[in-house]
């Protein structure tokens, strides 16, 4: 029988050289490994493996995670109740749980939705991507309007199966997410933990619900990607997302029609075209431009190959939330019950888009007129992190299915965005801000 020798460990490099290496190798490190010292390092590092494996374990199976417990109990519970009740003059309202409602959209849907005599329970992180004072302020406003909003994760699973087990919503609107093309670059974790793991945790809880709401989400017209066909039409290709966050709401819609396919969810998908208005999000161009004009310091305008104009189909705030709530009030009831699906159920994607797309360099104009300040504009090659030349919607599927017919230009819509940021931020309107 042949033995193990020392070449066998070498089976490819043979030569004596390396075998007397290797023997020393071996040596030292059996000298290491008995050393007490070393012992101690190695525990370590076995401790630290088993930690990492551990929060490995919590990333994949959300009940594993913890999150700290910040609601529960008989109030809460009874404004949560409040909160999602209907108006009794209201016909065939519905109550509606929507992520992210200290967010942008978010806010201006739960409005709009309460404002009819739906029933609206909000859920928000109120994360610090962009300042959270503003998110606290946009919960202000829809508490004094009776709305209550739960301060969690969509991805801690008990807080979730809790809400649905004190109300039983009829409607989930998805909002909540980790938004920005560009800030993916920076932190593509938070991309997976909201748009993914927090995606698929929300909809484990509307699969289990009895009954199953129906779902409605952002997606976006980031899926586009390098599309060069236009306008954008759903029955595109998407197949070519150029950021990360264009990938996560791409993978955000096939998930979803895994879960219409296999439990019946009834599932809508809105793909929304650089939303702007009052209440915006301030890491957005046309609210960071505003800012930075207003204090005198430069902005940075992208330009694309040749030096083409960056564009997009800007689209003003009151007709997304329009084109949420035709999506809420059409998205069909889900089929599955326990878990099982009982039947086919709809699965819709639109677009939510202007069809007038504006280069960004109009866009700034537009600021300055309205602002009455000249802006300090750099212009630069764009750097090639996750933005694309252009965007424009088709939106026929959505006018026929939803009524949806968007009726702000961006003249307007920004004349109205600037009135709320000058009134907001405590400007007067020569510019000074009286704060
Ligand atoms: O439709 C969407 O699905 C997405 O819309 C939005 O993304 P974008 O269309 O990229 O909007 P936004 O950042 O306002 O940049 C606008 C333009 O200004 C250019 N831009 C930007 C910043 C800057 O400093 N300079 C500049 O020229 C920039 O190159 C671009 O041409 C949402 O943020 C995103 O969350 C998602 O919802």
Not at 195 to 209: D, P, S, Y
Request: hydrophobic share 35%; proline share 5%; aromatic share 12%.
């Amino acid at each position: 029988m042949r033995s193990i020798e020392d070449h066998d460990l070498f089976p490819s490099t043979p030569g004596k050289v390396k075998i007397e290496r290797t023997n020393m190798l071996n040596r030292q490190f059996y000298r290491c490994f008995a050393s007490t010292s070393t012992m101690f390092v190695w525990a370590l590092f076995l401790i630290a493996l088993t930690a990492s494996y551990l929060s490995f374990q919590s990333f994949v199976d959300p009940k594993n995670r913890h999150y700290p417990i910040s609601w529960g109990g008989l109030n809460w519970e009874k404004q949560v109740r409040t909160s999602a009740q209907i108006r009794e003059s209201r016909q065939r309202g519905m109550s509606v749980l929507v992520t992210g409602a200290a967010g942008f959209v978010g806010s201006h849907v739960s409005l709009a939705l309460k404002k009819r005599g739906d029933g609206v329970v909000g859920l928000d992180n109120f994360n610090d991507y962009y300042d959270p004072s503003l998110k606290r302020a946009r919960k202000s406003l829809l508490n004094e309007n009776g709305i209550f909003v739960v301060e969690g994760d969509i991805n801690d699973a008990r807080l979730l199966a809790k809400l649905f087990d004190v109300v039983a919503f009829s409607h989930v609107m998805h909002l909540a997410a980790q938004a920005g093309v560009r800030y993916a670059m920076k932190n593509p974790g938070s991309y997976i933990h909201s748009n993914i793991a927090g995606l698929v945790t929300l909809l484990e809880t509307c699969k289990a619900a009895v009954p199953q709401p129906s779902f409605v989400w952002a997606s976006s017209s980031s899926v586009y990607g390098l599309n060069e066909k236009v306008p954008f039409s759903e029955s595109d290709q998407t197949d070519q997302p150029a950021s990360l966050y264009a990938a996560t709401k791409k993978s955000g819609e096939e998930i979803t029609h895994t879960y219409n396919h296999i439990y019946g969810l009834s599932v809508t998908g809105l793909r929304f075209f650089t939303v702007y208005g009052p209440w915006g999000r301030p890491d957005m161009a046309y609210f960071s431009f505003t800012r930075n004009i207003l204090q005198g310091k430069p902005i940075t305008v992208y330009r694309g190959k040749n030096r083409a104009d960056l564009a997009r189909d800007f689209t003003f705030i009151d007709d997304i939330v329009k084109g949420c709530l035709g999506s809420l009030d059409t998205s069909g009831k889900s089929t599955g019950t326990g878990g099982k699906k009982r039947g086919p159920a709809p699965y819709r994607i639109f677009n939510l888009g202007n069809t007038s797309p504006v280069t960004v360099p109009t866009l700034v104009s537009i600021l300055e007129r309205h602002l009455k300040v000249k802006a300090k504009k750099n212009f630069v090659d764009m750097p090639g992190n996750g933005d694309v030349p252009f965007t424009h919607a088709n939106i026929s599927l959505a006018r026929s299915e939803l009524g949806y017919k968007p009726s702000t230009d961006l003249q307007t819509g920004l004349k109205k965005f600037v009135k709320w940021y000058l009134s907001y931020y405590g400007y007067h309107h020569n510019g000074k801000s009286v704060n």
